[in-house]
């Protein structure tokens, strides 16, 4: 097996703990191989605001893709980097064709740093740990009109549409969109119908590909772990592509299995890849 030169890892759900941190062990897992000169990469559909949960693994330098593949973030300066946003004129045809396909479905806005989003739009204000993790001040409501006509780049927009589940939802949205922009979601099956569209071409695993190459590592030295669909992509690039226990049943059908976020999945395949009992912590 080639010896892995990088990790990339998804958040919730995965380097998360369903109390919507990191563990102790997790983290000492990817300490340690950032101390063996391993590369760590977060890959996350979260935005940049998000991001005070890795406070516990800041020591090992990651570097961080936010909105599914749209931006890196630098740690260090909090600046969003490489960004890659939905051109205005792919906006506003992607809001027409599912708003004609459904008419009940509202749309939000992700700029990184700032939300917009209309007025019955649901905010997730808090993380399982009771974080606020949406600061109302980073928040606008108005009507769609309004919010497309903004000029601030589009990082990633969401749908969400009611009476219809996420895996259904985003199969129509597919079909109606996915020539205009890449359509993917990160909820478990049977929720809420909550899609999540980058610019076209644009995911987890493209940024983690150039960053990869940037950093001279080969797609079969990168371990990657994930748990829902807009990792999938990840987990293919990568030489060994993990989906965690409590992962999409469409992940753990095609992927190498790791224990699940509530059990320290990815520290406890990170032990094994550096060669350590997987009770070490």
Known sequence: MTTVRLIATDLDGTLLGPDG????????????????????????????????????ILA???LVIVSNGAAVVDLASGRMTRVQAIPGDAVAAVA???????????????????????????????????????????????????????????????????GVTIDAFATQATSLVGDLVTVTHSSP???????????????KATTLARLAAELGVAPGAVAAFGDMPNDQAML???????????????????????????EGGVGHTVRALLGQPSDQA
Not at 189 to 203: D, K, Q
Not at 236 to 262: K, Q, W
């Open 21 to 56: 941190r990191i563990a102790a062990p997790d983290a000492h897992a990817l300490l340690q191989a950032s101390q063996r000169g391993i590369h760590l990469v977060v890959a996350t559909g979260r935005p940049a605001r998000w991001l005070g949960c890795l406070e516990p």
């Open 60 to 62: 090992a330098k990651p």
């Open 96 to 162: 027409g064709r599912l708003r004609a396909a459904r008419p009940e479905v509202l749309f939000g806005i992700e700029h990184g740093f700032e939300f917009h989003c209309e007025p019955a739009w649901p905010l997730r204000e808090f993380d399982p740990s009771g974080t606020l993790v949406e600061d109302p001040r980073a928040v606008r409501r108005a009507h769609w009109e309004e919010l497309a006509a903004g000029t601030s780049p589009v990082v990633k927009l969401l749908a969400m549409a009611e």
């Open 189 to 203: 099956p049977g929720s809420r119908g909550m899609v999540e569209m980058s610019a076209s071409g644009v995911t």
């Open 236 to 262: 293919e690039f990568a030489g060994r592509g993990f989906a965690m226990g409590n992962a999409h049943p469409a992940l753990r059908s095609r992927f190498e299995a790791a224990p699940g976020n509530h």
